[in-house]
């Protein structure tokens, strides 16, 4: 069984891209806490992917390459709205960094990942590093599609 195990944060206002990034489309086919399943087109490559409820910062996750043309039609079916956003690559330490940053609805929202080899795997937090959210659901991209940042509370 594949396992992702990350931890998520927010990005202060100090970081700013040194690349063009690569947008992705994105959409759930389900997003029940149990399992949700994603489809997602990324840099002209559609993919599915089916991650399991999670375990604290870990949790099942397998992904499979699909015909684009298949991911297309499939974010037809997803819930609905699609969530754009850029993905922008960080190298630090041997650890690589996506950092998102939405559009539409979640626009506003920047948020840097990092899956780790282990729970207890340590890593160097980069300057522009906010605040940790990797237990906070709202910042479940499952979940905002449904709760968008712009309406949350500020």
């Not at 499979?64 to 699609?82: G, S």
């Not at 630090?92 to 539409?104: L, S």
């Amino acid at each position: 069984m594949a396992k992702e195990i990350e931890r998520k944060f927010l990005v202060k206002d100090s970081w700013s891209p040194r690349d063009e990034g690569l947008k992705i489309a994105q959409g759930y086919l389900s997003t029940v806490p149990e399992r949700t399943v994603r489809v997602r087109i990324k840099g002209g490559k559609g993919y599915l992917t089916i991650k399991g409820k999670n375990q604290g910062i870990s949790r099942a996750e397998f992904e499979y390459e699909i015909p684009v043309r298949d991911a297309e039609e499939m974010l037809k079916l997803a819930e609905q709205p699609i969530l754009s956003k850029t993905r922008y690559l960080e190298q630090q330490d041997g650890f690589t960094w996506e950092i998102d940053v939405f559009e539409g609805e979640n626009q506003g929202l920047i948020v840097a990942e990092i899956e780790l080899p282990d729970e207890q795997a340590a890593f160097a937090e980069p300057a522009w590093l906010g605040e940790e959210v990797s237990g906070d659901v709202r910042y479940y991209n499952a979940n905002l599609i449904k709760n968008p940042f712009s309406q949350w509370e500020k």
